[in-house]
């Protein structure tokens, strides 16, 4: 069935005006949208496509976002939002009628189409989260799903993946006989005396903070290393090169890995999705090798190690990742755990109706901090 899709999206990008009366529709059946979803875009194809001055705003930011590219997404983005009374309407409909132009290229690269019906599923997703946030429907998360409809972006199983340049402010080292990893802190980072990135949910720390220095003689890495609770440690170590190979640093070729929502984030789920990475990317681009996966995600926030028991899915996540320092807060946790919008000023009053919300709300109400946390699994 998933195979079907690449022949119907194909022959739809190649069927002409995707603004006609009940092409739209077909886009959605093609990979499988929710019926309320296809309706609310149905809807909102024909009401654009009746109107010339709409109809003609659609086609032009389709153009410039998924054919022309000339201009940076992200500012076609804001335009887009930004047109006439309803831009999140127009702006799920464009996107929704790129997707045969996605499909397209999925034919041409020998692409698997059941990973395009898959990964699309995020625009029916984020739909559905804009009209809970605000009571219609519409697209707001642009930039985000630019990369899944330019197929930048995969969804493999439970996991999305895309390349990016290693973002992570530290340097692995793998022993060449054991296969231990030592990761040692990049140079210039200030951190707190409790090893976190000094600003870390707001928190400086003028009298214990400290900066980060790393050196190598060609025969030394020395360095301020990270544990695996990912924090900094203030006592330098030394690496003999000999015996402990560099692994990843900043820079290198990198898998980012994301987190949908939707299933359960089991262990067994997630070791499924990156075995298909690695077999996705081999098969695919066998140009693009990559160095590791690497995670950015309050899923990460070192807190939870602490605060959840081991069994638990969250906590089993972050064991496939050696953890580092965020600069981050608990905006992402809030949003997450209890919903849009959330503020931490009224958790200690919110309702818990789920064990995780319960553990979150009575951490901060005491006191505590949570931040998101990054880390990385070398392949």
Known sequence: ??????????????????LERGMMARICAAVRFPAEVTGALSEAAERI????ESAGAARRFRHALFLERGQAPETANRELLAFGADGAALAAVVYAGAIPLLGASY????????????????????????????????????????????GEL??????????????????????????????????GIRYRADGQLDGTCGVHDPEGAWESAYS???RHHEG???????AAGRLPIRLDADEWELALEKGDPVLNVHVPE??????????????????????????????AFVCQSWLLAPQFRELLPASSNIVRFQRDYRLLPNSSDESQTLE???????????????????SLQRIVRDHLAGGGRIHNGGGFRLV
């Open 154 to 187: 995969f969804r493999l199983g439970r996991l999305q993946f895309h390349y990016i340049a290693n973002p992570l402010e530290a340097k692995a080292f793998r022993h060449g006989k054991t296969g231990e990893v030592a990761v040692l802190s990049e140079a």
């Open 49 to 52: 496509g009746s109107d010339a």
């Open 262 to 291: 939707g299933d359960r984030l089991s262990p067994e789920a997630c070791r499924d999705s990156y075995a298909n990475a690695l077999r996705f990317t081999a098969a695919h681009y066998p140009d693009k090798p990559f160095r």
């Open 224 to 230: 301020h290393p990270i544990s695996e609770a990912g």
């Open 107 to 150: 034919r041409r690269l020998g692409l698997p189409a059941g990973v395009l019906v898959d990964t699309v599923q995020d625009v029916a997703l984020w739909m559905e989260v804009h009209r809970k946030r605000h009571g219609r429907w519409g697209l707001s998360e642009l930039d985000w799903l630019h990369q899944h409809l330019s």
């Open 216 to 218: 190598f003689d060609g």
């Open 1 to 18: 069935m998933d195979e079907q899709a690449i022949t119907d999206l194909t022959t739809l990008n190649e069927a002409g005006d995707w």
């Open 336 to 354: 997450r755990v209890f919903g849009y919008g959330t503020r931490l000023a009224v958790v200690p009053a919110a309702q818990a109706h789920t």
